[in-house]
């Protein structure tokens, strides 16, 4: 503030010389310097002001997450104890449904917690941007006004101390995939047709034939049977026109014999047949196909297989020509070896 007087004074200074009357009788001087004093003494009660009410909710937001904290590590001792014994009455039973319950209240309330400490970094922010605002304007102490500055919190402080994480429910998959029927030539196009080899040895080991068979096992579930009739057609189609097209391509037909061989085993793995079922896991029956009868389309992928497996003998046959030949000419014996 001293230095805007002085600031002021070397301003009318350079206009008026050093004639003070002058300066005394206009009274621009200090009609200028008591409306800087309103602006700042306005900034610094709004200052005080917000300060107060955002350090009212910041300490209402603390209490409240140490609350929740407390009553959240409770549940979680509870309900690890709980749980881990089996019932032996009706009270009990009861107990643990009760504690459940809880364990889902408590899930909300960590939400509430997490908002509340949204609202605390904005109010933080909104202190900070006050106080730069004072600042501008030419008040230095405000370190002074917010009571020796530690309501200022810093930037990269910790509002509240971390609460501990509570795990989630594991969400249960069906292991399904469903789509329109509008949408199966361009399924067809981007599964089959376009992949590439060198993009699907990046992906899941038989993820195509893994998202075939989670196709099917939807309209088994729904019981649409002309659409898996489409749907088969379809992949049968579409794998042979693509080694059709790049006949002389290895990659092309390792990657379809090893995708077709896996829709295979898992068509046979989950058709309810009791002698694939011999090493599933109860879940895994559990997930077998209960309407449809894929076991001719079981035969048709094999011997779609068996084709792919013989054109590809034959292909790696004439690419071993090429190099045995030379390779017979150009030999040369090493001496010692018989």
Known sequence: MSQQTTN????ASSNY?????????DGELATAYEAQKG????????????????????????AEIERLREQNEKYQKLLSAELSQEPKNKEQEFAQNEIIRLAAESLALQERVDKLSESCRRYKNQIRLLVNKLKEVGVEDVNDILEGGDAVVPQNASLVEIAPVTRKKEREYLGMFEYKIQDEPAIIK???LDLKPRVAVTLLPG????????????MDHVDDEPKMHQLMKGVRSGVKRTLKKRADSVEYSVLWLANMLRLL??????????VYQS?????????????????EYRQVL????VSIYQGLILLLERQLERLIVPAILEHEEISGLS
Do not use: W
């Open 279 to 295: 090493h599933n896991t109860p879940r895994q029956n559990q997930q077998c196909l209960r309407i449809f009868d894929l076991s």
């Open 207 to 218: 993820l195509p034939a893994y998202i075939l068979f989670m196709m099917l096992r939807h």
């Open 17 to 25: 010389g050093s004639d003070v009357d002058i300066i005394n009788e």
């Open 265 to 274: 085993n898992n068509l046979r793995q989950y058709s309810g047949d009791a």
């Open 302 to 305: 094999s011997d779609t297989a």
């Open 39 to 62: 602006i700042n003494r306005q900034l610094q009660e709004e200052l005080s002001a917000e300060k107060q009410f955002y350090s009212e909710h910041i300490s209402k937001s603390k």
């Open 190 to 192: 981007k599964l089959i």
């Open 8 to 11: 002021l004074k070397s301003l």
